[in-house]
């Protein structure tokens, strides 16, 4: 008995059973084509998920920027708040930007 991946949820599982209990796929019917659309399946989501994650830092960052340089008073809680949201945007925007690319080597 071994412990294998489910190609679906990508949970452990053992390779005796028939269905997933995560995600109730069932083990029997798998073809070559079936798990290699599973894959294109998971790999455009997974896609999908860090091009929304970057949409998002852009956003902060670009709040941030226009806070920046509306709010007046230097000093105030609201001008520290998009200064910070101007560097975690940017940071985040960043770490996207190179998952992005190690992803699109990696496959």
């Known amino acids: 008995m071994a412990i294998i991946k489910c190609p679906q949820c ?5 390779d005796k059973q028939k269905v997933c209990p ?11 084509e079936k798990l290699a659309s599973m894959s294109r399946i998971s790999s455009l989501k997974h896609n999908q998920n860090l091009q929304t ?5 852009m956003l ?7 806070s920046v340089y509306t709010i007046e ?11 910070a949201s101007v560097v975690i945007g940017f940071i985040w ?15």
């Open 60 to 66: 902060i960052f670009l709040a941030g920027c226009f």
């Open 93 to 107: 925007y960043i770490v996207n930007r190179f998952i992005i690319i190690w992803s699109k080597k990696r496959s």
């Open 73 to 83: 008073d230097k000093e105030s809680p609201q001008y520290i708040a998009a200064q």
């Open 53 to 57: 994650y970057q949409f998002i830092a």
């Open 22 to 32: 995560h995600c109730e796929l069932d083990m029997t019917n798998l073809t070559e």
């Open 10 to 14: 990508k949970k452990s599982i053992s």
